[in-house]
């Protein structure tokens, strides 16, 4: 079957891989920040905020920094889904997205009417950098019998192209009720999570070659080995992660619902591979619980996220104060584009779980 065939023979594509190294170069060496600097920076934040009648949607793998000033303010710290939906039902004019470029576009497209800033425009993703537009269309083109589904870590020029948008929350409701009425799929860009939702709904998937530079560090025997100091710990794990992490977990979910699962679940410590900047929402939600970040592959010079996405590290108080107060960074869309990406969008929107 041709699904089976392409699902597990897609080849690293290494085009892809070195467009996402020449991205990675990009990320700059990071900066702490004192005490005393933080408070002021965020004192100037909150003034700006309410000058300029805004609001910050910031994502988990932020800076808990960020993350603590957004739900300080009334905005939100949440996965991508949830931050589409605050961003296109806030009432301020401006949104400033703590995150990575396609979550700027995306509250873009949702909102049109509003300003859209970002700390920086650097941050990317490398599932959006390994999904080029055209690339992508072409193969879209080989495959006209095939429902085009894509993540939502994709270019507005991606989500353009498709049929559908999901995010890892709703993916596996989207593709099982996709293949209920008969359809095929092609699926674009995390191949990971692209088998895992092929796994679990049986449907006939086209995968695109697309990975998560940070999630696919994790391994499965560092975490049996990590369970054998902690064999009561509950293993928690982003579908992101490779299918050997994912089919040692108890839980498998989207950010949100790891946290939800943290709280659900009688487990006394848990063991998390996803990024570490969700310790800051989950430890709020489980506060006598231990938390432990799943190993990685490796370590020092040889690890390249380290549970640590580079791309969202880049968010820091100082550029997101800068962008508020120079309303730089805004986030621009193509209105062709925008108007297409919006309906695959909305479709996933307005999709009743
Ligand atoms: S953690 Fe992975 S999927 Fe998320 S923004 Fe970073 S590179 Fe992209």
Redo the contacts with the bound molecule.
């Keep these: 079957m041709e699904n089976q065939q392409q699902n597990n023979t897609v080849a690293d594509n290494p085009d892809h891989q070195k467009l996402v190294e020449q991205y990675l170069d990009l990320v700059p060496t990071e900066t702490s920040i004192d005490a005393a600097d933080a408070v002021a920076l965020q004192d100037e934040i909150r003034s700006l905020l309410i000058e300029k009648n805004a609001v910050i949607i910031a994502h988990y ?1 932020t800076d808990p920094l960020i993350q603590a000033l957004a739900e300080e303010t009334g905005g939100v710290v949440s996965d991508s889904l949830d931050m589409a939906r605050f961003g296109n039902s806030h009432a301020a004019d401006t949104l400033v997205v703590a995150g ?1 470029k396609f979550m700027g576009e995306t509250a873009k497209i949702l909102t049109p009417n509003k300003r859209v800033l970002m700390p920086t425009l650097e941050a990317t ?3 959006d950098v390994g999904c080029p537009a055209d690339e992508f269309a072409r193969f879209c083109d080989q495959h006209p019998d095939r429902t085009v589904v894509v993540y939502a ?1 994709t270019s507005a020029a991606v989500k353009a192209r498709a049929d559908w948008v999901v995010t890892s929350s709703i993916a596996l409701q989207v593709v099982d009720h996709l293949d209920a009425l008969g359809e095929k799929i092609l699926w674009a860009p995390d191949k990971y999570l692209g088998g895992y939702v092929q796994k679990n709904t049986g449907a006939d998937m086209l995968m695109w070659d697309g990975s ?4 696919e560090e994790f391994k499965a025997k560092g975490i049996l080995d990590l369970k054998k100091v902690y064999p009561e710990a509950a293993v928690l794990v982003h579908p ?1 992660s490779p299918e050997s992490v994912v089919d040692i977990a108890d839980i498998v979910g989207s950010t949100s619902q790891l946290i939800a699962a943290a709280q659900k679940l009688p487990h006394r410590q848990m063991i998390v591979a996803t ?1 570490q900047g969700i310790f800051y929402k989950m430890q709020q939600a489980v506060p006598d619980k231990q938390l432990l970040i799943a190993p990685t592959g490796g370590s020092g010079a040889n690890c390249r996220s380290c549970a640590n ?1 580079p ?2 590290g880049m968010n820091s108080l100082q550029n997101l104060r800068d962008c508020l107060k120079q309303g730089s960074n805004e986030i621009e869309v193509n209105a062709d584009i925008g108007a297409q990406a919006f309906t695959s969008l909305e479709r996933m929107m307005n999709f009743k779980v």
Excluded: Q, R
């Design positions: 793998y990575v993703c490398s599932l870590n998560c530079i940070v999630h992101e990024d996405c791309w969202m």
